[in-house]
């Protein structure tokens, strides 16, 4: 019998999968069978979230008036928002450009929504963060790869968007510190592309989600520098908030209007008790909390990239933020899709193959994450060399 169904939609069906997600489901099956896995592929905190925010929910959902926001966000979250840029930048922002957003995926379908018309060019590192390309492909825009390497700090440069910019292209999309590579544009490189884009009439869309996890190297926002660039961040990482579904976008002043209407159209409004609780994110003792946890993630990256490399594997640039390293497997591996599975399989160690992150020779990377304890990356390591000796 033949089906007359019809099949998803075209851009639906083009979305690509996120292998780690199956990676992450035949580790937890392989756990439920007893097995001890070391998650290295996890791209969250493994630190709870801070009491005091924590507690701020508690407050206000036992009060039981769980209502809507307005779609741009609870104006006093708004204000912390923006004074957030005064306290930790130096940098004055008017608190109606900032849009409370669910997380800084929220953030970026908004913007994306906002900037892009159909068969739009945007430009992308590869290897970079795979939802960027689908958030373009979603809007009808096409995403265009510009492959990135340790020479340039895997991330796009000034001469890169020189190159690949054209008269279809209307931004580039920028995050630094990057996911999966860890690594910083500096601020230098980073105006200077805000400039270019700007003289061909384009802007930049900049993820700053890692700000706050930095663990050597000068950084700014991009708004200490650009009013016209839409700058994306999130309560998921430096505050460990990622099931909380809270980010914020601060968009150029005259696109706000349309972004309210997108917001009350698509979600009407971030979730409020996640709202309420991140009220308490920039109190001095939740700050307290959050440094310690990034001197821990500090001390993490210093052991594992000298010990990763020390069992073969390429790391050309020290990451300087968020808590990956993206590491050449090309001396071990032809095939680090196959490497990631038989790791898992036969060692125990789940990693991210380079797969999730482009076409940049994705079979030749692979992506730590060191979202577990010390003592459980040491085990990692220990197992990995093991299985390198046998294999
Ligand atoms: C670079 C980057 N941007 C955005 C996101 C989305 O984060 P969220 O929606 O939890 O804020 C992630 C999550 O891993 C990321 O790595």
Redesign the pocket.
């Known amino acids: 019998m033949t089906s007359t169904a019809r099949a998803a939609a075209r851009r639906a069906r083009e979305i690509e999968p996120f292998h780690v997600m199956a990676l992450l489901a035949r580790a937890k099956q392989l756990e439920a069978q007893g097995r001890s896995i070391v998650h290295m592929e996890i791209?969250?905190p493994d630190f709870p979230t801070p009491a005091p925010i924590r507690e701020a929910a508690i407050r206000f959902v036992e009060k039981g008036k769980v209502f809507y926001t307005p779609a741009l966000g609870l104006p006093e979250l708004r204000r912390a928002i923006a004074s957030h840029y005064r306290a930790r930048y130096g940098v004055e922002i008017p608190f109606e450009r900032v849009v409370v957003t669910?997380?800084?995926?929220?953030?970026?379908m908004l913007a994306c929504a906002a900037l892009i018309d159909p068969r739009d060019e945007v430009l992308v590192a590869d290897p970079g963060?795979p939802?960027?390309r689908q958030f373009v492909r979603l809007m009808e825009g096409t995403p265009v790869a510009v492959p990135v390497d340790a020479a340039s700090g895997y991330q796009l440069t000034p001469a890169l968007l020189e190159q690949r910019w054209t008269q279809r292209t209307i931004a580039a999309l920028i995050?630094s510190p990057?996911?999966p590579t860890g690594t910083l544009v500096s601020t230098e490189r980073l105006s200077a592309m805000a400039e270019l884009a700007r003289s061909r009439g384009g802007t930049l869309i900049v993820?700053e989600?890692?700000h706050g996890l930095v663990y050597e190297g000068d950084y700014t926002t991009a708004l200490a520098f650009a009013d016209d660039v839409f700058v994306?961040n999130?309560?998921?990482?430096y505050f460990n908030m990622?099931g909380w579904?809270l980010?914020w976008l601060v968009a150029p002043e005259r696109f706000v209007p349309e972004i309210e209407r997108l917001a009350q159209n698509v979600y009407l409004a971030a979730p409020t008790p996640a709202q309420h609780a991140a009220l308490a994110a920039f109190e001095p003792a939740t700050l307290a909390l959050l440094e310690a946890g990034r001197a821990e993630f500090r001390r993490r990256r210093d052991y594992l990239v000298p010990a990763l490399r020390g069992i073969g594997f390429d790391i050309p640039v020290m990451p300087q933020g968020?808590f990956y390293v993206y590491a050449g497997c090309g001396g071990l591996t032809r095939d680090s899709f196959g490497f990631a599975r038989d790791l898992l399989e036969e060692a125990g160690v789940a990693v991210t193959p380079g797969a999730d992150f482009g076409a940049n020779a994705p079979q030749r990377h692979v992506r730590f994450a060191y979202t577990s304890a010390l003592e459980q990356l040491k085990e990692g390591v220990a197992r990995i060399a093991k299985f390198l000796e046998r294999n």
């Open positions: 791209g969250e669910t997380g800084a995926s929220g953030a970026l963060y939802c960027n995050a990057s996911n993820d989600i890692y994306v999130s309560f998921s990482k990622t579904r980010g968020a």
